[in-house]
């Protein structure tokens, strides 16, 4: 999930999970004819692939802008105040092309209302929190053990869904939670017997998981204000989180380090940072494409998938040595959130078949 990996990878699973159809994806069902299964099958293998290539191309190219030795960059809040315009300018521009008829037509019209903006901004404050510890625990640790140092995602929904929802969690999901905390802390023993831990980056791992559990349950409270259309509230959410990046960057003095950067005016880095916010933009849809293709709960198996590919990517990449019990600590993380997803899975569709559960349990997403 993934910035999230995101990450807007959030927001759309909320919304695609309760919304409107988004215009940009290819509508489910329908009167015409199912495609063969052949063909059927091979969509789906490229847009798994498409998902999977975008996600792990993000997080590579974000480990290079904000931790590179030959960028020699330190301005995370720059890197993501960067992304998130540039967000807000593509669904702007998205949004203006509507005219022209597909792909962009359907979509609805953007302009900035200051009371819709004041609604979502504890929602962008949020979201600010998300991106930016997201950002900043890649920056701290090593991309093979990002995946381990932000995984406490499931165990904060559990956690909020109860304290702030009132909703209930199974023995068996609460098993699996057990798992993902016992993978998580082995994780950060075995970082600190090789030498790599870095508690900074741990905080900020803890804090993104936090704050993409509240993302989420914010994102269904604003999403009315926006009429469920997830363009409007991405639009929002991103021009609010510029605007509100600016103080935050003069007051870690950020500016006067760009001021002081020597390749600020090289195209080679504005050319990485562009490609940045392109797949930064670029998640939320290919996750939107992956659920209609195929269902949130294979969503969530792929994701937990490609958060093992990208793992060993970074170990083979970076050329690194792991210990045994440093695999064990990922397969317990990754393992622990499948099983969490699947029984969430089997929870949900018991649900929809039993009349007589209660409809607060029926909506609950298990994402």
């Not at 199912?34 to 692939?49: N, W």
Request: aromatic content about 12%; glycine content about 10%; charged content about 15%.
């Amino acid at each position: 999930m993934s910035r999230a990996q995101l990450t807007r990878t959030g927001i759309l699973r909320m919304a695609l999970g309760g919304g409107g159809a988004d215009p940009l994806l290819p509508a489910e069902g329908g009167g015409g004819r199912r495609a063969p299964f052949l063909l059927r099958a091979l969509r789906i293998a490229v847009v798994v692939c498409l998902y999977w290539f975008t996600s792990i191309a993000m997080v590579f190219l974000n480990k290079y802008l904000l931790d590179s030795p030959s960028l020699r960059l330190d301005a995370p809040l720059f890197v993501t105040f960067f992304q998130c315009a540039l967000t807000a300018a593509l669904c702007l521009g998205l949004s203006l092309g509507a005219a022209c008829g597909p792909p962009c037509a359907g979509l609805p019209t953007l302009r900035l209302d200051p009371k819709v903006s004041r609604s979502v901004l504890p929602l962008s404050a949020v979201f600010i929190g998300m991106v930016t510890s997201n950002n900043l625990c890649l920056k701290h640790v090593g991309v093979a053990f990002y995946n381990v140092g932000r995984s406490l995602t499931t165990v904060f929904n559990v956690l909020l869904s109860y304290l702030l929802l009132k909703q209930t969690t199974s023995l068996y999901a609460l098993l699996a939670c057990g798992v993902i905390i016992g993978g998580f802390w082995l994780g950060v023993d075995q970082e600190g017997a090789e030498g790599t831990l870095s508690w900074t980056g741990i905080f900020f791992g803890i804090l993104a998981s936090l704050c993409v559990s509240l993302n989420a349950i914010y994102t269904k409270k604003v999403l009315p204000v926006v009429d469920g259309s997830i363009w409007r509230l991405t639009f929002y959410n991103n021009v609010n989180a510029c605007v509100l990046f600016f103080p935050l960057m003069v007051l870690l003095g950020e500016f006067r380090t760009l001021y002081h950067f020597d390749k600020l005016g090289s195209p080679s880095f504005w050319g990485m940072m562009t490609l940045g916010g392109v797949f930064g933009f670029a998640i939320g849809y290919v996750t939107g494409l992956q659920i209609k293709f195929t269902s949130p709960l294979t969503h969530n198996v792929s994701g937990t998938a490609k958060a093992c590919a990208q793992t060993v990517l970074a170990v083979i990449y970076f050329e690194e040595t792991k210990s045994f019990l440093w695999w064990t600590s990922n397969l317990m993380v990754l393992g622990g959130s499948f099983a969490y997803t699947w029984v969430k899975g089997l929870e949900m569709r018991k649900a929809q078949e039993d009349p007589n559960v209660k409809s607060g349990e029926r909506n609950e997403t298990g994402v």
